[in-house]
């Protein structure tokens, strides 16, 4: 175990029990998907114990970090600031835990909008964090997407991110615009797989640009 990694599972006794112990099951599952899928499995555990650093911070707490930080906020962020508590970790992360891999550091900012350009390890440390087994326990819908990240990951996050838009338009949440962009490239990345084309939208540029 490195220096990060006892700092950061030494901060785990600063927070909620309950919040300490989601974030010891994602880091179980972000190992189990890791070594599944080929990815880095210390780097998944690193990002695994950071991405609920900021977690118990008060909506009120996250916006004064986002304006000490002067974070950009997306609509979303402003109507829901819990949003924020991912990437508002990454500069705390760098400068208190000496954690500066990019890859880790987007896992961590990207856990829970999720983003375009998500990295195999970043969709490893997304998906631990929503099937970890106290959620399935909770929401058997999410269930589908366990089965899908034993062998697809970029399956895994299509079908999660369909069931958060149902929940998000059932419910009145806002969607962030990080969240709207990662599922539309997800749905093109697997029409062009599955029809070797690419997507309406895609031809359209082309025919816009000639």
């Known amino acids: ?10 901060a785990l006794l600063k927070v909620p029990s309950g919040l300490a112990e989601h974030v010891i099951r994602v880091v179980a599952e972000a190992r189990r998907l890791a070594a599944i899928h080929g990815v880095d499995v210390h780097a998944a555990t ?7 650093l900021l977690r118990a911070h008060s909506d009120e707490r996250l916006l004064t970090i986002a304006a000490e930080q002067g974070y950009e906020l997306d609509p979303a962020d402003a109507l829901e ?8 970790a990454v500069p705390i992360l760098q400068e ?12 961590v900012a990207f856990h829970t909008t999720a983003n375009t ?4 390890l970043q969709q490893v440390v997304f998906i631990a964090d929503k099937i970890e087994p106290h959620k399935l326990e909770r929401h058997a819908r999410v269930r589908r997407v366990a089965e899908l ?16 838009v149902r929940v998000a338009l ?4 806002p969607l962030h615009s990080h969240t709207v962009a990662a599922r539309n490239e997800l749905l093109a990345t697997g029409r062009t797989e599955v029809t070797g084309v690419p997507s309406t939208v895609d031809e359209a540029r082309t025919y816009s640009e000639d």
Request: aromatic share 6%.
């Open 1 to 10: 175990m490195n220096d990060t990694e006892e700092l950061l599972r030494a």
């Open 46 to 52: 690193i990002a695994a114990l950071g991405h609920d």
């Open 81 to 88: 600031p819990i949003l924020l508590h991912g990437p508002l």
């Open 96 to 107: 208190r835990y000496n954690v500066l891999d990019g890859d880790v550091l987007g896992a």
């Open 117 to 120: 350009g998500m990295t195999r």
């Open 149 to 164: 990240a034993e062998t697809d990951l970029a399956a895994a996050m299509r079908e999660y991110l369909d069931y958060h």
């Open 170 to 173: 059932e419910s009145g949440w």
